[in-house]
């Protein structure tokens, strides 16, 4: 696996964690019963979008080492996925 493959699959697996830790643990002006005027009601009473960054870093490194780890072991490889999808293995 190459350097900038890893980069990407990191960046995959780092925006997937990201978009579903947004909506775990969200506080909602909606849920306090406090509403700022021009705001929806499902708007967040505290974003703290640092905090959730680190968050995501940090269980999509936990996520990301073991698959590159199979990637790089070839327990996985790319005709097992073509098998997984139906698709015909490369001559």
Do not use: K, Y
Not at 4 to 16: D, K, P, R, T
Not at 27 to 52: A, C, I, K, Y
Not at 68 to 86: C, E, H, M, S, Y
Request: net charge positive.
């Amino acid at each position: 696996m190459g350097i900038f493959s890893a980069f990407v699959l990191f960046a995959m697996v780092w925006a997937m964690v990201f978009l579903i830790g947004l909506q775990i643990g969200q506080n909602t002006q909606g849920d306090n019963g406090e509403r700022v005027p021009g705001t929806h009601v499902s708007s967040p009473m505290e974003f703290r979008l640092g905090r959730r960054v680190l968050w995501a870093t940090g269980i999509a490194l936990c996520l990301w080492g073991p698959l590159v780890w199979a990637i790089v072991a070839g327990v996985v490889t790319i005709d097992d996925l073509r098998a997984l999808t139906g698709r015909p293995a490369a001559n």
